[in-house]
């Protein structure tokens, strides 16, 4: 397989939206416990980082023919030198970490690799020192930058020469070409009735619309906006508790516990005649036995369900194991994975540039991008639980174990209005202004 392919559907979307200025970045950081001083050794984390480039080679590279309908992935020469900023000072705050790795990512564009960063700080009083990761959603889905986060931690503990790892220039495989992905022909019938059909038919005869989404319409457009953050980190001891709970009442997975609490924690202050509208991305990286690698490529689709802004009158428990049935539905999971293959009907090809101009300036799917963020109601869904699990195994967990391990994504100015983003410990990653009158602080409590 050649070293450079062309970008997949969701790949493309996640391009389109750094070229309208809201780059998807996926960040990771971690605080490495106290240790002996070459433990934790930059030149050790600049050999897990070209190990990495070497066996992943879609990591080293950057997006070409960008304004066209074929944009392509290009291996570009990037070493660790490239990839590693060594920072002065003790560790900062978590969310400060997690928001500049972001803004660094997409400030950096995705013309010049690498489209990743690592930074890792120099040891504070009590000989902690931070890692975090930052990689544009281009590259790299959830589950992927959460294994670059551990394999880069894995392989610095126990730094192994790069000459033992194996090279390779074939490139991770697009989802549609790896994954069954078309949408159903009710599904995409349907789309093409609401899109095409219904706006021409009178009105006294359109069916009822939906009720809008909190929190739409915003009083500033969010791609305007930038990423706002919160966090919460629960004690082991808490976690453990609520999924003893969780599995007592019937429920396997912590995911639909922290779906239906944030759901009903929205029910409080959104108004009334709203939809709340939740979204779970699922993971695909193993479906369908594809060749997936477990570094690199986007393998996702996103289960979406609306609900009224009333608190669920279903009781809590029964709520949650109902969700958690929802999720694993096979029907379910086949629409999702359905509504990822809609991006194929987006309409593309070039679009005419200025007059005079030599080549087109930007695509039909660039500018279908463009409406949809400068809309009246950007937001086509109200949040996201975007659970990535335990970090694998790295080495450094010890007694005390890492700390701080925290994710985030950049907040989104079109889908989701709140990403929230789970591991242990949980962040809130919305855009810094709402339409509606209450605080992250209430939202939090």
Wanted: charged residues 20%; contains cysteine; glycine residues 6%.
């Amino acid at each position: 397989m050649p070293s450079e392919r062309t970008l997949g559907l969701y790949e493309r979307f996640s391009l389109s939206r750094s070229l309208a200025g809201v780059a998807p970045v996926v960040a990771f950081t971690a605080l490495l416990p106290a240790d002996t001083p070459s433990r934790v050794d930059p030149a050790h984390f600049a050999s897990a980082i070209d190990s990495l480039l070497a066996e992943y080679p879609l990591l080293g590279c950057a997006v070409a023919a960008v304004t066209t309908a074929e944009p392509r992935f290009e291996r570009q020469a990037v070493t660790a030198q490239d990839v590693l900023v060594d920072l002065a000072g003790s560790p900062a705050e978590p969310a400060q970490a997690l928001l500049a790795a972001l803004e660094a990512v997409k400030d950096n564009g995705v013309e010049r690799a690498p489209l990743w960063r690592v930074w890792l700080s120099t040891a504070d009083a009590q000989g902690r020192c931070r890692a975090t990761l930052a990689v544009h959603h281009v590259l790299s889905d959830g589950s992927s930058t959460r294994n670059i986060f551990a394999e880069l931690l894995s392989r610095a503990r126990a730094p192994r020469p790069v000459e033992t790892v194996e090279p390779t220039t074939t490139l991770a495989p697009t989802l549609e070409d790896s994954v069954d992905v078309r949408p159903s022909s009710l599904a995409l019938v349907k789309v093409l009735f609401d899109e095409f059909v219904a706006p021409r038919i009178p009105s006294f005869l359109r069916p009822a619309p939906p009720p809008p989404t909190f929190p739409s319409p915003p009083l500033v457009r969010p791609y305007k906006q930038n990423t706002s953050l919160k966090h919460l980190s629960l004690p082991s001891t808490a976690v453990a508790r609520l999924k003893a709970a969780a599995k007592a009442h019937g429920v396997p997975t912590l995911h639909p516990v922290l779906y239906i609490a944030f759901l009903a924690a929205l029910s409080t202050v959104a108004p009334p005649h709203t939809a709340l509208i939740g979204q779970s991305p699922i993971s695909l990286r193993n479906a369908d036995g594809a060749p997936h690698p477990p570094i690199s490529g986007n393998y996702v689709c996103s289960l979406e369900t609306a609900h009224g802004a009333s608190a669920p009158a279903t009781p809590f428990w029964s709520a949650c194991a109902g969700y958690g049935a929802r999720m694993s539905d096979p029907a379910e999971r086949a629409r999702a994975k359905g509504g990822m293959g809609m991006l194929a009907y987006v309409p593309d090809g070039p679009e005419p540039g200025p007059s005079g101009s030599a080549a087109p300036q930007r695509t039909r799917f660039d500018s279908w991008m463009e409406g949809v963020l400068r809309a009246d109601a950007p937001w086509k869904a109200t949040f996201e639980v975007s659970n990535l699990g335990l970090l694998p195994a790295t080495g450094w967990e010890g007694e005390e174990g890492l700390e701080e391990v925290l994710w985030a994504q950049a907040g989104m100015a079109l889908g989701p209005a709140f990403a929230v983003n789970v591991r242990l410990s949980l962040s809130l990653s919305p855009r810094q202004s709402f339409s509606s009158a209450f605080s992250l602080e209430e939202l939090g409590r």
